[in-house]
């Protein structure tokens, strides 16, 4: 499309969605409802399919859209915790009764969603790992320990992999489930991270069931689509807004989001932080009287560069797919390697700008303790989802096309070197 | 729509892949090795043919001038694939530094100039007191009431090559900066130069006849500076690229310890977190280069892709000499041909920490 098409485009969506909302949304309805609404119209999650509640949005009419919404104030689908993970591999992997089950819960809010793939012995090596899933008739008994589950401690669902056979060679003995996190089985304790949040947890599963109607793909493919969760997921970091200001309004539906935000996000207040607030950084050194220190400037710089750069890459990349070009870099490894440099140099920008006040915590702190956070948060995001390490074997290995280490963990899995523990 | 990232059209994909071709037929390794050796003259067969068969010395010129109408989109990729072959013909002081300044300024006179460069019938070259920030232009070079340039234009690229003379220089008494087209050829001293591929001379003005073809003032002076710096930017991406493919091949090859040295985990970190870089460098490159086709102001988006760009086209340069071991220090090899290119391509027009403090200058200007 040329840039005189896509402003055409961008009139008609803003004219379309417009004129529904005037028709269709209020600050008095109920939370729920207004939700149930957006998803038959289809505005819940534009880029998904037309026969899925979306509209085959590309990423920039999506744009359109939450840009209207921020404009108007329109509280749009539920977002919290990792349901978008469980949502695009129901999408690209899950049976139309599972797409049916749970798609439209997930974007009412409905329903909260976790992620159950790092285990105590596996984490980078997630094929090595020993939950076991045994069939039982029409169901499969879940026995093991899942561990650094975000959202675990008040999620309905999870999307869990676990181990079928025993006997095939680690990849491909795995399977991918939804599990009901509300059953005796399930056990889940919150752990407390660096930074004093707890957002993630231990899950103890002790004969939890899942039924086979909740398997996703068949038995054994569970490796290849996790794939598709982890490069989703990969590809999603960096992008943290700043705290939601719709939860701050007037209004019945504010005040329920408002609710909603206060239960499922108080252990995600951090979230933004561990991107690293570039945003704050010119208002941050201005405030503190730093702004005209050279070496100040030197590293606000970096950080900026560094962003506006990864910002750029994400949206080009966007650009020429949408134009059917061959040249574009798959898997998001290197956006997510990009934005854990970003976090870190914005956690020295932020560190020489505050000076020894960055010493302090809490309320005591510089920005009522938002630089403090953001030091204590940056190095999550060097992990979650996949290390730096692990981001930079793939690109190396599957962009460059270096060879792979030598392996020692192929053949049947029984035999294989691993830590030791349950299983 | 304003979120909507940047993309070639086929028609730019289809230029960059003949502007390559042109490069790796016209201009090998062996060729630009040649020509060193020879004190790097000027090969005027493909400097007019690069001019003939793709426009390339004009192509951010208008058609009424002789150009081919395009913009710095397209010299961007034209940068890029030069960066990428190491092409030793005094492209960014002709068709880069000169043409944009006689673009700056406009009239007949100039026209009649970008036509001569265009066409590739004659090379520019452009005196200025400094190449390192607008600031200083006009500190050392000025012209008398009697339109005779005088001072000393320390560095110059390109000027071995050139026939065709323009000079930014204070008009005295007035004061005011200009840009002087020179009626006779100025004496200049060649200077021993890092990069082998873009030699610097040293020009003494000692009362040369010139005309004035415009006066200019500072912002034309900026803009100047943030076009020849996103122009730089491309050819950093194109040489850091280069730099990269080969070094890529190296490792796939070279065995040590019974294994080759491309299943190394500390080299293929390293390699990934220069292709991270670069990527995030070429990203800002085509985004400023866009800009400035747009006519939009562009100090902030030079400034952040020429520091990327060279910072990591250096990362690029090092990794390369590192990751081949002795055989990447030795003259034989073409790594540091590239290493020279990208130094001075990260120095010209301000250093990636003058770039820095140009970003939060503009940024604090502007807030
Ligand atoms: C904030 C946060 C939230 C998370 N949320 C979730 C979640 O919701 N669900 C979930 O399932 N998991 C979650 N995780 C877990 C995360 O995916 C793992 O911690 C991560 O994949 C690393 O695994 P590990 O902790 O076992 O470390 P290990 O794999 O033991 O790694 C230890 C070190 O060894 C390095 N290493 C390992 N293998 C290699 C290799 N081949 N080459 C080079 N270096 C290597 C690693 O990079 C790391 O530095 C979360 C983690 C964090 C920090």
Not at chain 1, 270 to 285: N, V
Not at chain 1, 375 to 388: N, Q
Not at chain 2, 149 to 159: D, H, I
Request: with cysteine.
């Amino acid at each position: 499309m040329t840039e005189a098409d896509d402003s055409a485009r961008e009139r008609a969506i803003r004219a379309e969605l417009g004129a529904w909302l005037d028709a269709e949304w209020s600050v008095d309805r109920p939370l729920r409802e207004w939700r149930e609404t957006l998803v038959a119209a289809g505005w819940a999650a534009p880029a998904w399919p037309k026969a899925w509640h979306g509209r085959d949005f590309s990423h920039a009419e999506t744009m359109v859209v939450s840009r209207l919404f921020r404009e108007r104030g329109v509280v749009g689908a539920a977002s919290t915790g990792p349901r978008s993970l469980a949502a695009e591999t129901l999408l690209a992997h899950g049976s139309d009764s599972l797409k049916q089950r749970y798609l439209r819960p997930l974007l009412t809010g409905e329903h909260s969603w976790c992620q159950l793939f790092s285990e105590p012995g596996s984490g980078s090596d997630l094929a090595g790992l020993t939950t076991r899933a045994e069939r039982d008739g029409s169901r499969y008994v879940i026995n093991g320990q899942k561990v650094w589950n975000t959202s675990a401690h008040h999620a309905d669902f999870g999307i869990l992999v676990a181990r079928t056979d025993w006997d095939l060679p680690k990849h491909q003995g795995i399977s991918y489930f939804v599990i009901d996190m509300r059953q005796p089985g399930v056990e889940v304790r919150p752990l407390r991270q660096m930074n004093g949040h707890a957002s993630f947890n231990e899950v103890f599963m002790t004969d939890a069931i899942v039924h086979e109607e909740d398997r996703v793909g068949a038995e054994g493919e569970g490796w290849r689509i996790a794939q598709t969760t982890l490069s989703f997921e990969r590809s999603g970091f960096g992008r943290d807004r700043a705290a939601d200001a719709l939860a701050t309004r007037t209004g019945r539906i504010y005040a329920e989001y408002a609710e909603e935000v206060r239960i499922a996000m108080e252990p995600y207040r951090w979230y933004p932080q561990r991107a690293g607030r570039p945003d704050l950084l010119l208002s941050l050194a201005r405030a503190n009287g730093r702004i005209n220190d050279p070496v100040v400037r030197q590293e606000i710089a970096r950080a900026l560069t560094l962003a506006e750069g990864a910002r750029l890459a994400t949206s080009q990349a966007e650009a020429r797919r949408r134009s059917g070009s061959s040249d574009v870099i798959p898997g998001g490894s290197i956006g997510k390697l990009a934005a854990s440099v970003i976090a870190r140099q914005c956690s020295v920008a932020h560190t020489l700008i505050a000076g020894s006040h960055s010493l302090l915590a809490g309320d005591d702190a510089n920005a009522q303790g938002l630089v403090a956070e953001i030091l204590l948060s940056v190095p999550a995001i060097s992990i979650a989802g996949g290390t730096d390490e692990i981001q930079r074997n793939i690109i190396s290995e599957r962009v460059l096309g270096l060879p792979k280490e030598p392996r020692f963990d192929t053949g049947s899995f029984r035999d294989i070197p691993r830590n030791p523990g349950r299983a | 729509m304003s979120e909507t990232g940047f993309a070639f059209s086929a028609e730019q994909n289809q230029f960059r892949d003949m502007v390559s071709g042109f490069f790796a037929a016209r201009s090998p390794m062996g060729r630009v090795r040649e020509l060193i050796g020879l004190g790097l003259p000027l090969d005027r067969d493909t400097w007019q043919a690069l001019a003939r068969e793709l426009g390339a010395q004009g192509i951010h010129v208008p058609e009424r001038a002789g150009g081919s109408g395009f913009g710095a989109v397209e010299l961007g990729i034209v940068m890029e694939e030069m960066g990428r072959h190491l092409y030793p013909g005094p492209f960014l002081s002709s068709a880069v530094m000169t043409t944009s300044a006689l673009l700056a300024a406009g009239g007949d006179a100039a026209e009649g100039a970008l036509v001569a460069l265009s066409s590739g019938d004659r090379v520019g070259a452009l005196l200025i007191d400094t190449l390192d920030d607008p600031a200083l232009l006009g500190t050392g070079l000025s012209v008398s009431d009697t339109g005779r340039l005088e001072g000393t234009a320390p560095l110059v690229p390109g000027a071995a090559n050139a026939d065709l003379w323009l000079a930014i220089a204070r008009d005295q008494p007035s004061g005011r900066l200009g840009l002087f087209q020179l009626n006779d050829a100025p004496a200049c001293q060649p200077l021993g130069s890092l990069d082998l591929t873009r030699p610097l001379s040293r020009v003494v003005c000692a009362g040369l006849s010139c005309v004035r073809l415009a006066h200019i003032d500072t912002a034309t002076c900026e803009r100047l500076w943030d076009e020849w710096n996103v122009a730089l930017a491309h050819e950093l991406v194109g040489a850091a690229e280069a730099l990269l493919a080969g070094t890529i091949e190296y490792l796939k090859v070279r065995v040590q310890f019974g294994r080759v040295i491309g299943s190394f985990q500390a080299l293929k970190h390293r390699c990934a977190d220069v292709l991270m870089e670069v990527e995030l460098a070429k990203a800002l490159a085509r985004e400023a280069a866009r800009t400035i086709a747009a006519g939009l102001p562009a100090r902030g988006a030079a400034a952040m892709a020429k520091s990327q760009a060279a910072d990591a086209a250096m990362h690029a340069a090092r990794a390369a000499i590192q990751l081949r071991g002795g055989l990447g220090f030795t003259w034989e090899n073409d790594t540091h041909l590239w290493f020279r290119r990208i130094k001075s391509g990260e120095m010209l027009f301000g250093s990636p920490a003058q770039q820095r403090e140009w970003l939060v200058a503009h940024l604090e200007a502007t807030a």
